[in-house]
């Protein structure tokens, strides 16, 4: 989330969506929403690139209003899903840059000449998103059955002597299990992550959500994005398909969801250059 040059005092401030240089098609912006309370969607002229935006009211969209709302989850849900539209509609021509969540500026020139700062950074990373979308991937450990059951093996012996040492032992057995499991579900991960960037030109890997998102027991082992050209897709796809069917590693999950706009490719307030394997935040 970013609130660029808007604040408190700001009177007709303005939302960005993303950048490109092939303005979209009238009836479609037309047709697209964005945030809800704001007026339509309209492109901006900055050099040779345009910027979709649209006029939102400063009563709900200035830094203290906002950081209020973004505090919620429901309001927070409703307006990643309107930047979204946005970012989709701008995107109907060509290759796009989304911009982050809720970027803000207070007029027009404010945020063309925001954009006309960085246009040389924008332009190369238009040229590197070009007929190339991204795959999200998310592979899990698959769950034991003491995970399942919550059974951990830690509770107090029945009884003592040679009884409390035979569970002592089971104990430590458990955890020798479970660390190898696990060591093996980390190995299997990597393996699915080397065999996927073989097809994708760039990749990068996400913090691994917690079991409150996840909803799941068993540990997230990797979250990651790649960028694929879209002559490769089919090539990706059924190195993809393979992992997700169980394929040749049982010790994690493998889910996939795409093709999506890059988002993840296209940070504006990065180098592109700096190199395809950088960490970023969930």
């Known amino acids: 989330m970013s609130a660029s040059a808007a604040g408190p005092a700001a009177t007709g401030i303005v939302c960005a969506f993303a950048v490109t240089r092939t303005p979209p098609d009238p009836a479609g912006l037309a047709a697209a929403r964005g945030h809800e309370e704001g007026g339509p969607l309209r492109v901006l002229r900055a050099g040779g690139l345009c910027l979709v935006v649209q006029d939102v009211p400063a009563a709900l969209f200035d830094e203290e209003a906002l950081t209020e709302r973004l ?115 980390l190995a299997e991960a990597e393996a699915v992550d080397a065999a996927l960037r073989h097809h994708a030109v760039a990749a990068t890997r996400h913090r691994p959500q917690s079991e409150r998102l996840t909803g799941r027991r068993a540990p997230q082992l990797l979250n990651a994005a790649y960028l694929v050209e879209d002559a490769r897709r089919a090539d990706f796809t059924a190195a993809l398909a393979r992992f997700t069917a169980g394929g040749p590693h049982p010790a994690v999950r493998v889910e996939a969801s795409g093709p999506w706009i890059p988002y993840s490719f296209a940070r504006w307030d990065e180098d592109p250059q700096a190199g395809p394997d950088q960490e970023a935040p969930s």
């Open 71 to 185: 505090n919620r989850p429901e309001d927070l849900e409703r307006c990643a899903r309107a930047h979204h539209r946005g970012v989709e509609a701008a995107a109907g021509r060509g290759p796009v840059v989304p911009l982050p969540m809720a970027t803000l500026y207070r007029g027009d020139l404010t945020a063309t000449r925001a954009v006309a700062a960085r246009q040389p950074v924008l332009e190369t990373l238009l040229d590197r998103l070009r007929d190339r979308t991204e795959w999200a991937v998310k592979v899990h450990a698959v769950s034991t059955a003491a995970e399942t059951t919550g059974d951990t093996g830690t509770g107090p012996p029945s009884g003592s002597g040679d009884g409390g040492r035979a569970y002592l032992s089971r104990v430590s057995a458990r955890r020798r299990e479970h660390r190898g499991a696990h060591g093996k579900a």
